[in-house]
C-alpha cells in the first residue's frame, strides 16, 4: 500500500490504477474501527482499487469542538488499511487541503437544514467542501459512506448530483448500513472517549430507539414516543438530548406519521463531553 501526502504524487499514483480497473474512495477521518474496515471490504468487492483518505477536516468542527482532541494513530491506522488490501492511502495535511489564500466554501441548503445540520453550524459546509476536494483529487467511479451518518450521507449525495461529480441515474455513492457493537451501540471514533461507566450507560441510546420504533409502530403518536425515549436517556445517564426527531430518509423533513410512509428515526445525546448519533428505519405498515 501506498501512503501519499501530496497532491502531484497522488494524481502520479493513481493513472496505473484506474487503468487496471474501477477505483472505489473510502474517506475517512482517521481512529478507524470496524465500521471503516467494513467500507473498505465491500469498496473490495465493487472495484479493482480501493483508495482510503485519512484527513481530521478542521472545516466540519466548530469552535468549542473536538478538533485537537480528535484520535490520531496514523501508524495503526495505516496497518489496518494494508491488512484490508487497500492499493492506496491518501494522507494529507491541512495545508495541502487548504493551501494559503484557500478561499472557497460549499454550502448544501435543504438536507443539511435541522438535525446536526442546527446543532453544529456550518459542520455540513465544512464537509461537503472536504469531500469535493477529494471527489475531484482522487476522481473515483464509486464511494463509500457509513449510513450512521445519514445527514452526511444526504448532503453528500446533493451536492454531488448539484455538482455534476456524478454520472445521472448512476448509483456511485454507496451508503453502507451502521455497523454496531454487541450491545447496539453504533461504532464510531468518539466511542473512545467514553469512560467505562459511560460506555456501558451508553447502550441505553440504540436500546431506547429501538423501544420507541416499536411504540410508533403500534399507534402511539410520535411526540409521546419521544418524550419517552428522552426519558430513557436521560434516566440511563445521558446529560442533554440534542434531538430526537423522525424524518423522511430521503427530504430529511419531518415526518407525523412514520407508520404509512417511510420515515427515520434520528437521535443525538451528549454524556459527558461526548455526543453520540444513531438513526434507525422506521417500517412503514
Known amino acids: 500500500m501506498q501512503t501519499i501526502t501530496r497532491l502531484d504524487p497522488l494524481r502520479s499514483a493513481l493513472e496505473p490504477l484506474r487503468r487496471d480497473g474501477p477505483i472505489a474512495l473510502v474517506p475517512t477521518m482517521g481512529a478507524l474501527h470496524e465500521g471503516h474496515l467494513t467500507l473498505v471490504r465491500e469498496a473490495k468487492a465493487r472495484a479493482a482499487h480501493v483508495v482510503a483518505s485519512i484527513f481530521v477536516n478542521p472545516r466540519q468542527f466548530g469552535a468549542n469542538e473536538d478538533l485537537d482532541a480528535y484520535p490520531r494513530q ?109 450491545d447496539g451501540l453504533a461504532m464510531s471514533s468518539r466511542n473512545a472517549y467514553l469512560s467505562s461507566e459511560q460506555r456501558a450507560q451508553a447502550a441505553s441510546l440504540p436500546q431506547a430507539m429501538k423501544a420507541a420504533i416499536w411504540a410508533m409502530n403500534r399507534g402511539e403518536p410520535v411526540g409521546d414516543a419521544l418524550r419517552e425515549l428522552e426519558e430513557i436517556l436521560l434516566a440511563g445517564g445521558f446529560d442533554k438530548i440534542d434531538y430526537a426527531e423522525v424524518r423522511d430518509p430521503a427530504l430529511l423533513t419531518l415526518v407525523e406519521d412514520p407508520v404509512h410512509q417511510a420515515a427515520r428515526l434520528f437521535v443525538a445525546a451528549r454524556i459527558g463531553g461526548t455526543r453520540l448519533i444513531d438513526n434507525m428505519a422506521i417500517s412503514p405498515l
Open 74 to 182: 496514523l501508524a495503526r491506522d495505516q496497518a489496518l488499511l494494508e491488512t484490508e488490501g487497500v492499493s492506496l492511502l491518501w494522507a494529507p495535511e491541512a495545508a495541502a487541503m487548504y493551501p494559503l489564500g484557500y478561499a472557497t466554501n460549499i454550502s448544501v441548503s435543504g438536507v443539511s437544514d435541522g438535525l446536526c445540520g442546527a446543532a453544529r453550524p456550518g459542520h455540513f459546509d465544512g464537509v461537503a467542501t472536504v469531500v469535493c476536494k477529494l471527489f475531484n483529487q482522487v476522481q473515483p467511479d464509486l464511494a463509500l459512506f457509513g449510513e450512521k451518518d445519514w445527514q452526511q450521507l444526504a448532503v453528500i449525495r446533493a451536492m454531488a448530483r448539484d455538482l455534476d461529480l456524478t454520472r445521472p441515474h448512476v448509483d456511485a455513492i454507496l451508503g453502507v448500513p451502521t455497523v454496531r457493537e454487541a
